[in-house]
């Protein structure tokens, strides 16, 4: 059974950095690309990053380029994203979901439960 | 404002049938799979179509997904209760070089 838990939500300042992991099992990890997709209050979901299976590629929103980054372990099969200089607008609950390829292509066949990041003085 | 559009709501009484819109570009739906999920806030989203017209297992064939040119729809037959979700189509965006959700429209199940 495939299984992607997330973790590494908190409450933070403007300004401030934390790192999300997401922790895959069930599957080929090496096999395949994840995403981070967010929903902040109120609104609907949109896609943060994605990396490919190999790491060697990675995609940003441009809301978080520069700030944001992408990583993962294949030794841990742990996805990871690293949050700098956090703003209000990005609170939310963060998703961890996989890719159907190795490629990022919006074609997510499973996803977390989702942790909440909180941006707040 | 998502370069992939949706309307904001739709509604249908049980047993009816229901069509929501996606209307994306050539950059996006025009040359990409488009894939729909069905979210329930603050739980996991659910994949229910995926490259264009095909369901995952699991999936009721009361779902269906279709796609002409820069445009797509997902159709429910049926409807149901348990229908009630916020759907999202996403495609692939060749200009932005990442994918885009269209904004989501609220089905209510009257």
């Known amino acids: 059974e495939v299984q992607l838990v997330e973790s590494g939500g908190d409450v933070v300042q403007p300004g401030g950095s934390l790192r999300l992991s997401c922790a895959a099992s069930?599957?080929?990890?090496?096999?395949?690309?994840l995403s981070w997709v967010r929903q902040a209050p109120g609104k609907g979901l949109e896609w943060v990053a994605g990396i490919s299976n190999s790491g060697i590629s990675t995609y940003f929103v441009d809301s978080v380029k520069g700030r944001f980054t992408i990583s993962r372990d294949n030794s841990k099969n742990t996805v990871y994203l690293q949050m700098n200089s956090v703003r209000a607008e990005d609170t939310a609950i963060y998703y961890c979901a996989k890719d159907e390829f190795g490629i990022s292509t919006g074609g997510w066949d499973h996803w977390g439960q989702g942790t909440l990041v909180s941006v707040s003085p | 404002q998502s370069v992939v559009a949706q309307p904001p709501s739709a509604s249908g009484t049980p047993g009816q049938g229901v069509t929501i819109s996606c209307s994306g570009s050539s950059s996006n739906i025009g040359t990409n799979y488009v894939y729909w999920y069905q979210h329930l806030p603050g739980t996991a989203p659910k994949l229910l179509i995926y490259r264009n017209n095909q369901r995952p297992s699991g999936v009721p064939d009361r779902f269906s997904g279709s796609k002409s040119g820069t445009s797509a729809s997902l159709a429910i037959s049926g409807l149901r209760s348990e229908d009630e979700a916020d759907y999202y189509c996403v495609a692939w965006d060749d200009s932005l070089s990442g994918p885009v959700f269209g904004g989501g429209t609220k089905l209510t199940v009257l």
């Open positions: 069930g599957f080929i990890f090496t096999s395949y690309a």
